[in-house]
């Protein structure tokens, strides 16, 4: 390696601090700091003390806690498909280039951009039972938010508005990927539209698929602003998302230590998802397509 080839070494290195800086700063010591408090008792105003294993095993048999998690599990097999499938639609339509198209994809990825907590607070509004405008159109008083077999589709329901059009710019991107000759042959071999979206457009979307998924379910197992400005966990704790449960336990109930212990297990939890949809993926996604 020449002097020059050193000094634009040394320049790229000096270019990447400022990242490292910021994943360390902001990423590695957050992890490293739940991890000491998920094995201490802390209430922020007297020093942590050591706790060993005892917020872990106090979560074992939490009702709360496997509530949480059982409530985070029902949100996100109600919000991940219909996100998925109707991002896929959308795409698909959109791809077809018709007017206003351009103008569509902004508006469809709107939801997405907005504060989640600012939705909710709309969406709160909507559901309202006495002046919310959804009871208005429908000309009859049904309480979305406080009956506990509604509350939690509700809830999914405006998460899965929020999200659809940032899938289907995923898709779009997958599908303007995918030669034309490709669509071309398949007519001429005679497959209809169904026959060409599940034999050709599904497989060659897998990579796109794989990384929706990934994120989409990563994103949903930590979902808290929209939850927490429509419903609070309520009623009766229908809505009682695990990341909302963290808070709860961190910022009101002032137990630190077991907060950090519930962050530690949905974070070791996401990435048990994640390695097992990576192991289903890996031998099904294509990524060449010559």
Known sequence: MNARQRAEARAGYLLLVPSFVGVGVFLLLPVLIVLALSFTRYNLLSA??????DNFVYLLGWERFRNSLWVTALFTLMTIPTSIVLGLLLAVAINRRLPGTSWLRVLYVLPWVCAPLALGVVWRWIFDPTNGALNALLGRRIEWLADVDLALPSVAFVQVWSSVGYISLFFLAGLQQIPVSVYEAAKLDGAGPVRTLWSITLPLLRPTMFFVTVTSIISSFQVFDTVYA??????RFT???IAARIYDEAFVALRLGRAAAMALVLFL?????????QRYFR???TYDMS
């Not at 429509?230 to 009623?235: D, E, Q």
């Open 269 to 277: 939890l996401l990435v048990a998802v994640t390695l097992v949809q």
């Open 283 to 285: 031998r099904r996604v």
């Open 230 to 235: 429509m419903t609070g966990g309520g009623p």
């Open 48 to 53: 942590p003390q050591w706790a060993g294993l």
């Open 239 to 241: 809505t009682d998302v």
